[in-house]
């Protein structure tokens, strides 16, 4: 096979590594986990035994899925209020 072959039948795919990911995207690394796990976040590959990428095509796709969903009014939970216990009514005391 020669060379323009080659570049015929093979498409490489632009990848990103996790702190390259960070940096463009604002969230912790405990919160892109998070998304991982959740399968809300494209699942990232390992480029050797101890370093992981992103495909950047799946991340941008991400992004327009979660810019077309505040478009379209798609309202997403408030974490800060989601997990507050709900109140407790207020104690009275017994007079003795």
Do not use: H
């Amino acid at each position: 096979m020669n060379e323009k072959q080659c570049d015929q039948t093979i498409e490489l795919r632009a990848m990103i590594s996790i702190a390259d990911l960070l940096e463009r995207i604002p969230i912790s690394r405990s919160t892109l986990d998070r998304l991982v796990k959740e399968g809300s976040f494209p699942k990232p590959c390992y480029l050797t035994p101890m370093k992981l990428g992103f495909y950047l095509d799946e991340v941008v796709a991400w992004q327009k899925e979660l810019l077309r969903g505040k478009s379209e009014g798609v309202r997403r939970p408030d974490y800060r209020t989601a997990f507050r216990k709900p109140e407790q009514p207020a104690r009275t005391t017994v007079p003795k």
